[in-house]
């Protein structure tokens, strides 16, 4: 079992940066793959960005240059840093955990991003 609780949400100016954070109630240092989805009103969750426990990491075009995932095993946090966001950004963020053995997804309970002028 791993709990998962994210935090960094709120409201920004378009062209602002966030970051948000994935606390974990475990030790992520055996945690297969952490990464961050979001969902917008109406739409479909979507990956974001996810890093591996050997530190390779994958992100969404619609990011890339602008997002950046990190983990920190020592604080069992993962991290998900947004710069020059945009209205598009806005949605439900969420956390995600894959645990290979036992197998187990897990998910946060989701903070809110908002960018809006």
């Known amino acids: 079992q791993v709990q998962l609780v994210e935090s960094g949400g709120g409201l920004v100016q378009p062209g602002g940066s966030l970051r948000l954070s994935c606390a974990a109630s475990?030790?992520?240092?055996?945690?297969?793959?952490m990464g961050w989805y979001r969902q917008a009103p109406g739409k479909q969750r979507d990956l974001v960005a996810s890093?591996?426990?050997?530190?390779?990491?994958n992100t969404a075009d619609s990011v890339k240059g602008r997002f950046t995932i990190s983990r920190d095993n020592a604080k069992n946090t993962v991290y998900l840093q947004m710069n020059s966001l945009k209205p598009e950004d806005t949605a439900v963020y969420y956390c995600n955990a894959v645990v290979v053995f036992p197998w187990g997804n897990y998910w946060g309970q989701g903070t809110q991003v908002t960018v809006s002028s």
């Open positions: 890093i591996t426990s050997g530190g390779s990491t």
């Open positions: 475990r030790s992520i240092f055996s945690i297969a793959i």
